[in-house]
């Protein structure tokens, strides 16, 4: 799951002109939900007619099918694989697959025993595709919608914290342009992330006049993240570009001679101006 680039090129212009952002990436999450939901719903109509004169839970043989992707069968099972490794100190197939299905079982028999001491529960799903439709009984609705609500978790955590990772190097670009400096003042370094296979994580330099380069770091942090201006002091960053800073923050920030931007200020990407300024670097005023 990523951001697109007209999503990023929309937080940007946001963040420019010290606008929140955040609207942007909500409506990220709520469009790749509801598409998911409807791909998932048509997954349970074809998997309970082809099951309709199977005994048994049909709905674990499909769905928690060893065929599956890891990730899918964790998400269904009502997990993420972020938290079975957190669990288990591992996200190998292998204990995925053992965690969801000893997830499930016991989600399975909790939704049972919550009918079963409340029979006054009556929920019945219909779903239809096409010309045909399938009923879900209580105990298939409620392992419907805990597989939607997981789902919309994983979906809401991946693509906040993927946000700062995928503005940041187009935001820095965009700061470069606006001051008009040379290609030959800034440095874009690209490495593996630890987090996934897709994901990379950039690092940014300004290069001084003497040729130091001096490391940047954007967080689309708010007031009550003082843990991100933590993060920036701890990789030796020289610049810290933020949405927005408390003033704990900035008297942390100067104290330790680390150059900062706030963007949700009044023209608060003008500051920029003066980062440029002290490494004596040639810019447009």
Same mark, same amino acid.
């Given at each position: ?11 940007i212009e946001k963040l420019l002109k010290?606008?929140?952002? #955040? ?7 709520? !469009? ?17 007619? #082809?099951? @309709? ?7 674990? @043989? ?11 069968? =964790? ?15 591992? !996200?190998?197939? $292998? ?6 299905? %000893? ?10 025993? *919550?009918?079963?001491? $409340?029979? $006054? ?7 239809? *595709? ?21 789902? #919309? !978790? ?5 693509l906040w914290s993927t946000a700062g @990772? ?30 996934? $296979? ?10 001084? =006049?003497?040729?130091?380069? #001096?490391?940047?770091? /954007? ?9 991100? !201006?933590? =993060?920036?002091? =701890? ?5 810290? /570009? ?14 330790? @001679?680390?150059?900062?931007? %706030? *963007? ?10 003066? /980062? ?10």
């Amino acid at each position: 799951m990523t951001l697109t680039d007209e999503v990023t090129n929309r937080i940007i212009e946001k963040l420019l002109k010290g606008q929140d952002y #955040r609207i942007e990436i909500v409506s990220l999450i709520n !469009a790749e939900f509801l598409q998911y939901s409807i791909n998932f719903f048509k997954k349970v109509v074809d998997a309970k007619l #082809r099951n @309709k004169d199977v005994d048994g839970d049909w709905y674990k @043989k499909e769905f928690l099918n060893k065929e599956l992707s890891s990730e899918e069968i =964790a998400i269904n099972s009502g997990l993420n694989k972020k938290t079975i490794s957190n669990m288990y100190n591992s !996200a190998s197939r $292998d204990i995925v697959i053992e965690a969801s299905n %000893e997830h499930y079982d016991i989600l399975y028999e909790s939704i049972k025993d *919550l009918i079963t001491n $409340d029979n $006054d529960i009556n929920i019945n799903l219909t779903l239809k *595709l096409g010309s045909v439709s399938v009923d879900l009984n209580v105990s298939e609705t409620l392992i419907v919608i805990n597989t939607l609500a997981v789902k #919309r !978790a994983a979906l809401r955590g991946g693509l906040w914290s993927t946000a700062g @990772k995928r503005v940041e190097k187009p935001l820095m670009l965009k700061l470069c342009e606006i001051f008009e400096v040379s290609q030959d003042n800034y440095r874009v370094k690209t490495k593996q992330a630890a987090i996934t $296979d897709i994901e990379r994580e950039i690092d940014f330099y300004l290069v001084d =006049a003497k040729g130091a380069e #001096r490391k940047c770091e /954007v967080k689309l942090m708010g007031k009550g993240n003082p843990e991100s !201006a933590d =993060a920036v002091i =701890a990789r030796s960053s020289s610049v810290f /570009v933020a949405d927005k800073l408390s003033d704990l923050n900035k008297r942390q920030l100067d104290s330790l @001679k680390i150059e900062w931007v %706030e *963007l949700r200020s009044e023209n608060g990407f003008r500051k920029f101006e003066k /980062v440029l300024s002290k490494f004596n670097i040639s810019h447009k005023v």
